[in-house]
C-alpha cells in the first residue's frame, strides 16, 4: 500500500519533470489523471485499513478491489501514455482502464453499503 503511494509520487515527479518534454499535453494530462487516482485510492485504502470502523473482511475485499483497480486503471493509463516512448504498440490494453475504473467504483460502492449498514 505505501509501495503504491511512493510510486504515485514518483510517477507524478517524472511527469512532471521528464515527460513534459516528450508526451503530448493531453498524454501528460491523461497520465496526471492516473497519478491522481493512484494516490486518492492509496489514501482510501490507507484510512479503511487503519481504522476501526470496518470489519477485517471488509477491509480485505476493499484492499483487493483497490489494489486490482489501481493496478487496471493507473497502470494501463500510464502505459498507453508511455507506448510511443516506450517503442511497443499497447492499445489493446484501452478497455483495461475502465476495468480498473469499475473496480474502483465498486469498492466505494462496497465500502459506502458496508458503512450504511453499520
Known amino acids: 500500500m505505501l509501495f503504491l503511494g ?9 511527469g512532471s519533470h521528464a515527460l513534459k518534454e516528450v508526451l503530448r499535453p493531453e498524454q501528460l494530462e491523461s497520465f496526471t489523471i492516473g497519478v491522481r487516482y493512484q494516490m486518492t485510492h492509496v489514501i482510501l485504502l490507507m484510512v479503511v485499513l487503519l481504522t476501526s470502523f470496518f470489519d477485517e473482511d471488509v477491509k480485505q475485499t476493499s484492499f483487493w478491489l483497490t489494489i486490482i483497480g489501481i493496478l487496471l486503471f ?3 493509463i500510464y502505459l498507453l501514455n508511455l507506448q510511443e ?9 484501452g478497455p483495461v482502464t475502465p476495468i480498473g475504473g469499475l473496480f474502483l467504483i465498486a469498492n466505494w460502492g462496497f465500502l459506502a453499503l458496508k458503512a450504511f449498514k453499520r
Open 6 to 14: 511512493m510510486i504515485a509520487v514518483i510517477l507524478g515527479a517524472l
Open 74 to 76: 493507473s497502470g494501463s
Open 85 to 93: 516512448l516506450l517503442g511497443v504498440k499497447l492499445s489493446f490494453l
